[in-house]
Structure formats: structure tokens, C-alpha cells
T-cell receptor, first 114, second 112 residues
Framework: EAQVTQNPRYLITVTGKKLTVTCSQN?????MSWYRQDPGLGLRQIYY???????DKGDVPEGYKVSRKEKRNFPLILESPSPNQTSLYFC?????????????FGPGTRLTVL | AQSVTQLDSQVPVFEEAPVELRCNYS??????LFWYVQYPNQGLQLLLK??????LVKGINGFEAEFNKSQTSFHLRKPSVHISDTAEYFC??????????FGAGTRLFVKA
């Protein structure tokens, strides 16, 4: 089944404790992206990647890191999480240019930083 | 810079009634426009998209949207809604640079 998977689905952590949220897609998509969803703000793009080893900042990249060493994986890293990073996070992928191709979204990761 | 404004945060409607969810965008260049739906506790899925051509776009589940360049709008419509259409709907715009900008979302409540 074609899908985007994220792990973990739920995570409660404390301020400053490094964490990684994994994202994997099995559709051989070139483009991958991370978003955070907050009430009243919709989805805001954190980082995106056009292909392996090619990443760029979205609108809210501060406090996040990403890497794209393999085509199928695009982990989101929070080196020192803070409470304002409490949010619902979505990973998405598309064949190539998301302007023309459909983005497929993962099920989401709900992160709480205490 | 591009932006997307969804004019209604919540829209309550009775089953089998028509509905319109409004979306306005701002951009100085050509845009690609999208509507996504998010059912409770799920990720987003694409309803429809406008890339070029006909300004009336038909999507899944009986939804359609009309691109109006002069009014910079991309309103979503359905002539008769079902209980199962209860969800949050997001309008999105994409131009250059591979970025996608989403609106704040509109919660559609369909009542029996």
C-alpha cells in the first residue's frame, strides 16, 4: 500500500531533550516536506526537500533540523525542544514539484513539550 | 509574499443543504490552488486543484471550486452535503520555490 508513515504518533517530552520524528514514504517520491499544524494557524511549512541531499527552509524553520540521506526517509530533528514546539506535525511527499503533483500526507505526530 | 485567507473558521450546515467555503489568496504571480480535507485524527488528503485551464474544477466526493482571478478567490462548493463531509477544509496556494502556503482552515459541521 502506498503510504507515508510517521513515528512516533504521540510523544510527550521535556524541554531540552533532543528528539527525532521519522518520516518514510514507499512511493519513490522525490519531494518531501514537514509541516506543523496549530489551531487557528493552519499548516505552516517547516522544511522541504526536492531530492536526496537537497533541503530548504520553509516558513518556520527555527528550532528544527532535517536531513535527506535516502530518498524514502526525511527525519525531523528537534535538538533542544521548547514548549512553543508543542504541535501536530505532518510529513508529506509528492512525485516531484508539489505545485503540480499531489502531496500525500502522513497520519501526523502529536508532540507535547513540557 | 503569498498569503491565503479562509473567510470562515466554522460553517454549520444541515444535511442535504448546499455549502460554500470561501478562500481568498494574494499573490503577484501565477498561482496553483488547492483544497485539502482533514477528517478527524487523520492527515490531509487532496480534494481538488487548479493548475491552469478551465476555472471550474471538479474534485472528489462531489466538491467543486471556481478560480476567479479578478477577485483572487478559489471558493469550494458542494450542492448537497452529507454527515460524512464533517471535517476541516484547507485552502492552499503554491507559486515558485516549491513552497505551499495553507490557510487557517474551515471546520464544516453537517447537522442531521
Amino acid at each position: 500500500e502506498a503510504q507515508v508513515t510517521q513515528n512516533p504518533r504521540y510523544l510527550i517530552t521535556v524541554t531540552g531533550k533532543k528528539l527525532t520524528v521519522t518520516c518514510s514514504q514507499n512511493m519513490n517520491h522525490e519531494y518531501m516536506s514537514w509541516y506543523r499544524q496549530d489551531p487557528g494557524l493552519g499548516l505552516r511549512q517547516i522544511y522541504y526537500s526536492m531530492n536526496v541531499e537537497v533541503t530548504d527552509k520553509g516558513d518556520v524553520p527555527e528550532g528544527y533540523k532535517v536531513s535527506r540521506k535516502e530518498k524514502r526517509n526525511f527525519p525531523l530533528i528537534l535538538e533542544s525542544p521548547s514548549p512553543n514546539q508543542t504541535s501536530l506535525y505532518f510529513c508529506a511527499s509528492s512525485w516531484t514539484d508539489p505545485r503540480a503533483d499531489t502531496q500525500y500526507f502522513g497520519p501526523g505526530t502529536r508532540l507535547t513539550v513540557l | 509574499a503569498q498569503s491565503v485567507t479562509q473567510l470562515d473558521s466554522q460553517v454549520p450546515v444541515f444535511e442535504e443543504a448546499p455549502v460554500e467555503l470561501r478562500c481568498n489568496y494574494s499573490s503577484s504571480v501565477s498561482v496553483y490552488l488547492f483544497w485539502y480535507v482533514q477528517y478527524p485524527n487523520q492527515g490531509l488528503q487532496l480534494l481538488l486543484k487548479y493548475l491552469s485551464g478551465s476555472t471550474l474544477v471538479k474534485g472528489i466526493n462531489g466538491f467543486e471550486a471556481e478560480f476567479n482571478k479578478s477577485q483572487t478567490s478559489f471558493h469550494l462548493r458542494k450542492p448537497s452535503v452529507h454527515i460524512s463531509d464533517t471535517a476541516e477544509y484547507f485552502c492552499a496556494v503554491s507559486t515558485g520555490g516549491f513552497k505551499t502556503i495553507f490557510g487557517a482552515g474551515t471546520r464544516l459541521f453537517v447537522k442531521a
